[in-house]
């Protein structure tokens, strides 16, 4: 009997682990910018419930309009020189923000139109770099490995993040403490610098009409059933949990008073949630049906929402229960979701079925902050959060009849 050799660690691919720590470091850097915009127009210029989500909007808005076309420049580029532009366009605009602010030039429009910049850029860098991994990791057997180590980051940075932004909020200023996410780009910049893996050149005969491109990359989503039910829930899941994570912030700070620093430790310690599910993924997935696996893990994150509206006040401990139970959820059915749309799709597609995602997850994301802040402005942060409760715990029974659910394995590449 013939058995195959386990793929080599990853922990021996440095080009991946310079990848790994220049976006463990990045990530770190956006909390402080999730929670420093937000808390920036409210403090610094007393923005309404709707203002408030009318930039969370832009922030993510620009998915919606750019994603499908720059997926197809990213998979007519190398994409690592892509990343490099990103990052540099995120790290002049974020440290521009504070020096306005010092220099009282910072008003609410070019705060605005400032966040809707960095949310152009951010489309761009995140179509190329989930293209750009399995360029470092050339064994479809290492991409559970890889996707759980990105998501063990992704989750590490929901942990220390928001804490460590609710300090620097309160210690520098929400405006001066964007200087910590620029810093963390600079940081990232210079650890792509440092990959000395050859990008293959993409063929330049495979290029045609950018509408064809466009047609192929959303065919091949939709057309494929696996990819298309993803896409469905993940813009279902995207637009609860920004419209959840919107209207509680809206909620803690108008009406419950609490100050940025509580806020920082309620989702600093509920991340830790994210952070054991992407721990344990890969275990979990070698153990169990990857299908029902994905099942239990969406279920969590789209009751999760429900805890928070059990009880009136400030229920601190119940907040932090709620936000643990869907990032616990969001942690292990993200290594599956990356999983699964890496290994389904050949590389030269790559850029564009990012992009379709991409679209349809941050655009989801995108009405779910605008949602959440008109919602609130309408029947006010409590009722809109009970409203979006009990719409995202409708959903999980439109799980039970995706494909995904009757996987047992990851398919091979």
Known sequence: MTTLAEPPTLWRNGDFVRFWFGESISLLGTQVTTLALPLTAIH???ATDSQVGVLRFLQLAPYLGFALVFGVWVDRARRRRVMLGANLIRMVLLALIPILHWLDLLTLPSLLAMACAIGVASVLYDVSWMAYVPAL????????????????????????GPGLAGLLIGWLTAPVALIVDAVSYALSIVSLLLIRRPEPRPDPAARRRLSVELRDGLRWVLGTPVLRALAVAGLCCNFSMITVWTMFLLYATNDLGLGSTTLGLIFATASAGGLIGASLARRIVARFPVGRVYLVAQSLLLLGPGLIVITPGPQVALFVLSFF???LGLGVAGVIIVSLRQSTTPQAMMGRMTAVFRTLLFGGGALGGLTAGLLAAAIGARGALIAAAIGSAAVVPALLLSPVIRLRRLPAQ
């Open 137 to 160: 990791v050339e064994d479809p057997r290492q991409y559970v490995d890889a996707s759980s180590k990105l998501a063990i980051s992704s989750s590490a940075s929901d942990v220390a």
């Open 44 to 46: 610094a210029f007393g």
């Open 325 to 327: 139970v869907s990032y």
